[in-house]
T-cell receptor, first 113, second 113 residues
Framework: DAKTTQPNSMESNEEEPVHLPCNHS???????IHWYRQLPSQGPEYVIH???SNVNNRMASLAIAEDRKSSTLILHRATLRDAAVYYC??????????????FGEGTQLTVNP | DAGITQSPRYKITETGRQVTLMCHQT?????MFWYRQDLGHGLRLIYY???????DKGEVPDGYVVSRSKTENFPLTLESATRSQTSVYFC????????????FGQGTRLTVV
């Protein structure tokens, strides 16, 4: 399985943008980049995913490097409710095992009021 | 209501006892997963299933048994619980395509005394 590397923790101030990085230098051409987050005492929830192009949705934006070896999850205006662990995951379209959803340790985001 | 539900939410059991954690989803998703999350760590995959009667091991399968006789249910059994299996267990489901999101249950907090 292709691996991802994320910082253990990051801090942000409320109402400021947050850029959460993820490195995936061994990504294959058929790997989708997914982001999930886990709020305290809850199960993970989907945030966004992309393949090659940048993506936007109501929760966040995903910026994917041209060589696809890294990506950045962007929260445009952090709120206290965004404090969570954020996971960057690769899922391979070309393999059955790509549906396994393998998690790393993620990035603990702290949002200061 | 549509969704994915886990039961029980909390369970205390004694060492050596058999315990079964239930997971039910209403979307007819082909893939289902079981994870454990130890305090302060990320999710580790125990078992997953690609369809009814098809299951496969994840990263940490030892001490666990799964079955999938119906698409919507994916029970996880600890045949002889040990203290090291004290953890929060999450179930998830997805239709399997790498470009779709997965949905997670709220978790079962299991304590083995």
């Amino acid at each position: 399985d292709a691996k991802t590397t994320q910082p253990n923790s990051m801090e942000s101030n409320e109402e400021e943008p947050v850029h959460l990085p993820c490195n995936h230098s061994t990504i294959s051409g058929t790997d989708y980049i997914h982001w999930y987050r886990q709020l305290p005492s809850q199960g993970p929830e989907y945030v966004i995913h992309g393949l090659t192009s940048n993506v936007n949705n109501r929760m966040a934006s995903l910026a994917i490097a041209e060589d696809r070896k890294s990506s950045t999850l962007i929260l445009h205006r952090a709120t206290l409710r965004d404090a969570a662990v954020y996971y960057c995951i690769l899922r391979d379209e070309g393999e059955t095992s790509g549906s396994r959803l393998t998690f790393g340790e993620g990035t603990q985001l702290t949002v200061n009021p | 209501d549509a969704g994915i539900t886990q039961s029980p939410r909390y369970k205390i059991t004694e060492t050596g006892r058999q315990v079964t954690l239930m997971c039910h989803q209403t979307w007819s998703h082909s893939y289902m997963f079981w994870y454990r999350q130890d305090l302060g760590h990320g999710l580790r995959l125990i078992y997953y299933s690609a369809a009814a009667d098809i299951t496969d091991k994840g990263e940490v399968p030892d001490g666990y048994v799964v079955s999938r006789s119906k698409t919507e249910n994916f029970p996880l059994t600890l045949e002889s619980a040990t203290r090291s299996q004290t953890s929060v267990y999450f179930c998830a489901s997805t239709d399997g395509a790498a470009n779709t999101e997965a949905f997670f249950g709220q978790g079962t907090r299991l304590t083995v005394v």
